[in-house]
């Protein structure tokens, strides 16, 4: 091992202490894996909201499959039995595109997690909370609890869990082994999946409807496979995934937060002239495309509270030695 890599893991252990596994892929090739703190190759983590991002391959699918005929279409038409209050308009006009940019309106000032998910529905709960008096102004709303709206879209776009709709689709054409169904019943049970070092499968709620903005748990191997289906444009082993024109669109700008610009349920991490972006999840998890460099970096962290995400040690630290 050499010292740039000691230092590296040296780092990592006294100020990212919560990692659990790193893959590096170049042109296609691991050049680098490593786990940490008793962590192994095959242990799955809660990836947090880099299941976002999944979820935004899966609409990518459904579209291309015929399910969906396209990001324009109303968030409503998925839900014909969905009672409107009265005087409520501007839920109408909320289509799939304003759900994976995060440009939907919402009631809220604060996410009420606790009420979301102790709900028995939680795709009902969160269309409750959509809209509001002020219309759709395309401002960014980072919005966790209203992402699952879209996993109740493909549920029912599809006729089928999306679970299910993701093994046949992305997992097993990837060769990732399709995570079983958690089911999350009460508060106690979330905070559970949250913070126990070892979970596993995809959580889903009473309904049987797998969580959009958090919940699923993929080995940093997984989560490279993804990266590299990104960086090869929807290709994986000469078979066509995903479509190149949905990665395109995912992957440029269609709104912002603050400084930093957000695709589909992707981040835009642009740097010294590279064009990358990213699956972010909380405590630190990333699936980090360069795509200038042909670089993937996958990491998988335990989540910690009030962890600060640090981009920086995959552009500052990683990727330099891998070049």
Not at 218 to 240: F, H, S, V, W
């Amino acid at each position: 091992m050499n010292n740039d890599i000691m230092n590296l893991e040296n780092l990592i252990k006294t100020d990212y202490d919560n990692i659990a596994g790193i893959v590096v892929q170049r042109k296609g090739e691991i050049v680098y894996e490593r786990y940490f703190d008793g962590f192994a190759s095959n242990d799955t983590i809660h990836t947090m909201s880099v299941t976002k991002s999944i979820i935004s391959a899966l609409t990518g699918i459904a579209i291309d499959k015929g399910y969906i005929k396209s990001p324009d279409q109303k968030v409503l038409e998925f839900f014909p039995v969905y009672k409107l209050k009265r005087g409520e308009k501007t839920i109408q006009h909320v289509t799939i595109e304003n759900m994976l940019t995060m440009t939907a309106p919402y009631k809220y000032k604060s996410e009420p997690y606790t009420k979301v998910y102790t709900s028995d529905d939680w795709t009902k709960a969160a269309l409750d909370l959509l809209g509001g008096k002020a219309g759709i102004t395309r401002e960014f709303k980072y919005s966790t609890v209203g992402t699952q709206i879209l996993s109740g879209i493909i549920t029912n776009a599809t006729g089928r869990p999306v679970s299910d709709f993701a093994a046949q689709y992305l997992f097993n054409p990837l060769g990732i082994k399709a995570p079983g169904n958690t089911r999350i019943s009460n508060k106690e049970e979330h905070f559970a999946f949250l913070k126990d070092r070892h979970v596993s499968g995809w959580a889903v709620d009473p309904k049987g409807v797998n969580t959009a903005g958090w919940g699923l748990c993929l080995t940093p191997r997984d989560m490279a496979k993804i990266g590299q289906l990104y960086l090869n444009n929807g290709i994986y082993e000469g078979r066509k995934i995903l479509p190149s024109k949905w990665i395109a669109d995912s992957t440029k700008e269609k709104s912002r937060w603050g400084e930093l610009p957000y695709g589909y349920l992707w981040w835009i991490a642009d740097y010294d002239g590279y064009h990358c972006y990213a699956a972010i999840g909380d405590g630190g998890n990333f699936i980090f495309v360069n795509q200038d460099k042909s670089i993937v970096v996958a990491i998988a962290s335990r989540f910690v509270p009030k962890y600060k995400v640090k981009i920086e040690l995959v552009t500052r630290e990683i990727i330099p030695l891998f070049e």
